[in-house]
């Protein structure tokens, strides 16, 4: 079995050849925390300044934290198609710099700007021209629905400038950069608290705007954000450059290799995110009040995943990387360790939703009936946090193999025949309402966790795809 092969390697005196090609422990674990606490930080900033934001909207009222909430789902579920297409960008690159084919990186970035930047541009043209449908079928009815289609008008202007962000950062990320994306992201995040706090209240000389002006931060920042990554990307010093001159031509073998990857990623976050669409409008059902503290709920929850996002990038970064360089064990072996770290940290979080719960949903909102719903739903955040931290890690690592579309099957199995099923179920017809809901989540968690748990165990991920060329390329 190899994790008591692996344990061997560290500990018994006779090692074989392919055993002392495994660094010790610590090593690893300095490596894996080394790409890790930048991201770490990042997301954590990232998300901080979300809380902030949302605290900000909060004040304003049920309704704007409501029509927030059904604008954020549909932009996650177009903004995650341009996430999961890179997943291929992040793979291929780490493959590269393993296999110490910078050239071939460099074309592997170049070919996945030229092909993003399209697509966000589409999307973005859709999301402005459709935006009161879309929050109607999200269950916007009267304020509700008019501060919701004004906001997601706004905020889906900003998927082409997203797009591109993604781009640069799942580039940086494959080539081992997590230090860049930390940067950038804190810049940016700073920027939306700072001018949601001149615009939504009206600081500074400027008209309090509300829920507009939250927005308008929005946008702007990411203005910002889309132009630091294209300067970090052309820099002469960037780990991998795309220099403005050159062929902007498809190269459809390497879009078909990203692609290759990346679709099945693609079409995972689609199931995952159209699940989850169903999943808040059932949940919207249940009223104002109790989807406002499902809302802050989510809000609160992001915390949790940070660590098991940040140790997900890490592992993706690893396992490519050695892959490329002809080390599958060492893949499987930088997965484990990534997985018992990052379990050990979300530890805290989970008793910090317990202890510090009431607290937390009153910094969002002095409404006493949603802080009263959303208090009695700590127990299953703090109880999600283990299977949401494996299940993530897990995925990022599978996803540096190149081995995509088991997490797609999971996905199905998990978000459709689980919790929205479940949550059906237990809502709609058991009348469980907000607990029901949770519950449901709760279910899928570990589910989904228990799959990819088995899928790792296989060990058929170490040749899911092969897919870094022999020869470099010059087109860059």
């Known amino acids: 079995m190899i994790r008591r092969r692996l344990v061997q390697a560290q500990d018994a005196p006779n090692l074989t050849a392919k055993d002392e090609a495994l660094p010790p422990r610590p090593e690893i674990r300095r490596k894996i925390w080394g790409l890790t606490a930048p991201a770490l930080a990042e997301l954590v900033f990232m998300t901080l300044m979300n809380v902030i934001n949302m605290i900000m909207v909060g004040r304003l009222g049920a309704n704007a934290i409501a029509a927030v909430g059904l604008s954020n789902q549909p932009f996650f579920l177009m903004n995650s198609i341009f996430v999961a297409l890179n997943v291929g960008s992040t793979a291929l690159i780490a493959r590269c710099v393993g296999?110490?084919?910078?050239?071939?990186?460099?074309?592997?970035?170049?070919?996945?700007?030229?092909?993003?930047?399209?697509?966000?541009l589409f999307f973005a043209a859709l999301a402005v021209s459709v935006s009161?449908?879309?929050?109607?079928?999200?269950?916007?009815r009267g304020e509700t629905l008019r501060l919701g289609t004004v906001y997601f008008g706004i905020v889906g202007a900003s998927l082409l400038l997203v797009a591109i962000s993604s781009v640069v950062f799942s580039v940086l990320r494959g080539a081992g950069d997590t230090k860049t994306p930390m940067k950038i992201s804190i810049v940016v995040n700073f920027l939306v608290v700072f001018f949601g706090w001149v615009l939504i209240y009206g600081n500074l000389?400027?008209?309090?705007?509300?829920?507009?002006?939250?927005?308008?931060?929005?946008?702007?920042?990411r203005v910002?954000?889309?132009?630091?990554?294209?300067?970090?990307?052309?820099?002469p010093g960037?780990?991998?450059?795309?220099?403005?001159?050159?062929?902007?031509?498809?190269?459809?073998?390497?879009?078909?290799?990203?692609?290759?990857?990346?679709?099945?990623?693609?079409?995972?976050?689609?199931?995952?995110?159209?699940?989850?669409?169903?999943?808040?409008?059932?949940?919207?059902?249940?009223?104002?009040e109790v989807y406002a503290a499902h809302q802050i709920l989510l809000s609160i929850m992001g915390f949790s995943f940070q660590p098991g996002t940040a140790f997900s990038i890490a592992a993706t970064t690893l396992v490519g990387q050695s892959l490329g360089a002809g080390n599958p064990d060492l893949a499987e072996f930088s997965l484990r360790e990534a997985r018992k770290m990052g379990l050990s940290i979300t530890a805290f979080a989970a008793v910090g939703f317990v202890t510090l719960g009431k607290f937390l949903l009153q910094?969002?909102?002095?409404?006493?009936?949603?802080?009263?719903?959303g208090a009695s739903m700590m127990v299953f955040l703090a109880l999600i946090v283990p299977a949401q931290t494996t299940l993530l890690i897990t995925i990022g690592g599978l996803r540096g193999a190149g081995d995509t579309r088991f997490p797609l099957y999971v996905s199905v199995i998990g978000i459709w025949g689980v919790r929205v099923a479940v949550a059906h179920l237990l809502v709609g017809q058991m009348a469980m309402g907000?607990?029901?809901?949770?519950?449901?989540?709760?279910?899928?968690?570990?589910?989904?966790?228990?799959?990819?748990?088995?899928?790792l165990s296989t060990g058929r991920w170490r040749s899911a795809v092969s897919m870094v060329a022999k020869s470099e390329t010059t087109t860059v």
């Open 224 to 235: 910002v954000m889309a132009g630091l990554c294209l300067w970090e990307l052309g820099r």
């Open 205 to 221: 000389g400027f008209p309090a705007m509300g829920i507009v002006g939250a927005g308008i931060a929005l946008l702007a920042a």
């Open 132 to 140: 009161q449908p879309i929050i109607y079928f999200m269950g916007g």
């Open 434 to 455: 907000l607990t029901g809901a949770w519950l449901a989540m709760m279910i899928d968690q570990y589910i989904r966790s228990a799959l990819v748990g088995y899928r």
């Open 99 to 120: 296999a110490e084919q910078p050239l071939k990186a460099r074309q592997y970035a170049r070919q996945s700007l030229i092909v993003t930047i399209p697509i966000g």
């Open 363 to 373: 910094l969002y909102t002095d409404d006493p009936q949603v802080v009263a719903i």
């Open 238 to 288: 960037s780990v991998v450059r795309v220099q403005v001159r050159g062929s902007y031509s498809v190269d459809w073998v390497s879009v078909r290799e990203v692609m290759h990857i990346g679709l099945p990623s693609a079409l995972e976050q689609f199931v995952l995110q159209g699940g989850l669409i169903v999943f808040v409008r059932i949940v919207a059902g249940l009223g104002t």
